[in-house]
Structures are given as structure tokens and as C-alpha cells.
């Protein structure tokens, strides 16, 4: 029987390759670089950040409907009125504190408008919470 070579992270291996490498990681360590890989939705995570990141994500989603939709009036009305309500749920997410990276993540893609805007550096919610979370001061 042949017998099984045991990696550890102070060994250099002979012959390195991902197998022997992922041989030498600590359990703890491969199960969080695994669990890490998977969404969040995946994982089972739900803060109150993510709940309110997925209402607001319905409401820019009908938001876009009812523009594209929007014949007079009355779709303008609809459209102020899921605007009003998205900006209440980005306070109420921005107020909150981030309790693991996907509510981080959430945040950015809420206060960037997906991507399209940035807040100020010196006064939005966002960057505050950001270098409050690494120390810095810049």
C-alpha cells in the first residue's frame, strides 16, 4: 500500500503543484479559501444589509420598468415615488454597520448607483465606513 505524503506549509516540496499545495494548507484554512470562492447567496449568509441590498435592487429593476414603460404623467409619478423609496432604503443600508465583506460589497454597488457615480471622499457614508474598516486615516 502506497503511503500518503503530508505537505505541511514548512516543507518545501519536492515536486510542488497545486494538489501537493492544497495537501499542505491547514483544514481550517482550505475550508474558508473554498467557502470564500461561493456566493454569498450560496453560503447562507442574510445580514440586514443583503435584505435591503435585494429591496433595492426590485425597486431599481421595476424603477427601470416603469421608465421604459412611462407613457405620461402617471409613470412619472411612479417612477418619483420608487425613487423616494430607494433613497430610504440607501440611508437605512449606508446607516448600517457591515458585518462581512458581502455587506461591504452591497453597499458599493448601492452607493456607486452600480457603478456610475462615486460619493465624496471626505463626507460619503461609504468611504468613511471604508477607511474606518482599514485604519486609515487618508
Known sequence: MAEAKHITMSAKPEDPDRRGFLLGLPATGAALVVAGALPVAAQGVDTPILRLFRQHC???DAT???I???TGKSGDEEVERLSCYSGEI???MMALPCTCAADFAAKVIVDTCRGGIFSAWETGALWIEARALTGSEI
Open 64 to 66: 427601470k420598468i416603469c
Open 58 to 60: 426590485a425597486i431599481m
Open 68 to 70: 421604459s414603460a412611462s
Open 90 to 92: 440607501e440611508d437605512e
